[in-house]
T-cell receptor, first 117, second 115 residues
Framework: GAVVSQHPSRVICKSGTSVKIECRSL??????MFWYRQFPKQSLMLMAT?????????EQGVEKDKFLINHASLTLSTLTVTSAHPEDSSFYIC?????????????FGPGTRLTVL | DQQVKQNSPSLSVQEGRISILNCDYT??????FLWYKKYPAEGPTFLIS?????DKNEDGRFTVFLNKSAKHLSLHIVPSQPGDSAVYFC??????????????FGKGTKLTVNP
């Protein structure tokens, strides 16, 4: 149990286009999902916290108009990178918090590799 | 300012020996600590955790030790196996963001277990 999926796993797009990444909790309901970004050889950096039915909470320095987050249901959160530029190329990972499990135990998706040309 | 630090970017160990991965933190408000294992191009996988009210938690070959006074925790893997080769992230929680606790990660330590 506690499986989180992400789609797509890899995407290459042209500069200026928008890209949507989906994060799904497959076998549990997640009222809270998190979006992270990881640069090579760096830590996972939290971008935003997504709560079902309410607006996402963004970390300092993350542009909410550029990284649109929608958490429409208890099993799905989406991250849309709008007007993507090469500097947005990164590994994006989502996680979902399983409310029925131990304190703040988050389960991570497999990640999405975004390359902006 | 990095609140969770993993000062060793890499560690190499012989199969069958003990692997010790270290992690330091600066925020005394952290009350729960987790270790994740990550393979390239994959998401992190939860390994083991420990609450600040404990100083040790064991799960099979994995043991996490917490020294609150030193703000230090370590992950012991014994015996180490080649399949343990991965990047290990230390994470801490206790901070809140909009009412939800968030995890703060270290930069990771790449463990290589040699056959």
């Amino acid at each position: 149990g506690a499986v989180v999926s992400q789609h797509p796993s890899r995407v290459i797009c042209k500069s200026g286009t928008s890209v949507k990444i989906e994060c799904r909790s497959l076998d549990f309901q997640a009222t809270t999902m998190f979006w992270y970004r990881q640069f090579p050889k760096q830590s996972l950096m939290l971008m935003a916290t997504s709560n079902e039915g309410s607006k996402a909470t963004y970390e300092q320095g993350v542009e909410k108009d550029k990284f649109l987050i929608n958490h429409a249901s208890l099993t799905l959160s989406t991250l849309t990178v709008t007007s993507a530029h090469p500097e947005d190329s990164s590994f994006y990972i989502c996680s979902a918090r399983h409310g029925g499990r131990a304190h703040n135990e988050q389960f991570f998706g497999p990640g999405t590799r975004l390359t902006v040309l | 300012d990095q609140q969770v630090k993993q000062n060793s970017p890499s560690l190499s160990v012989q199969e069958g020996r003990i692997s010790i991965l270290n992690c330091d933190y600066t925020n005394s408000m952290f009350d729960y600590f987790l270790w994740y294992k990550k393979y390239p191009a994959e998401g992190p996988t939860f390994l083991i955790s420990i609450s600040s009210i404990k100083d040790k938690n064991e799960d099979g070959r994995f043991t996490v030790f917490l020294n609150k006074s030193a703000k230090h925790l370590s992950l012991h893997i014994v015996p180490s196996q080649p399949g343990d080769s991965a990047v290990y992230f230390c994470a801490a929680s206790g901070e809140t963001q909009g009412g939800s606790e968030k995890l703060v990660f270290g930069k990771g330590t790449k463990l290589t277990v040699n056959p």
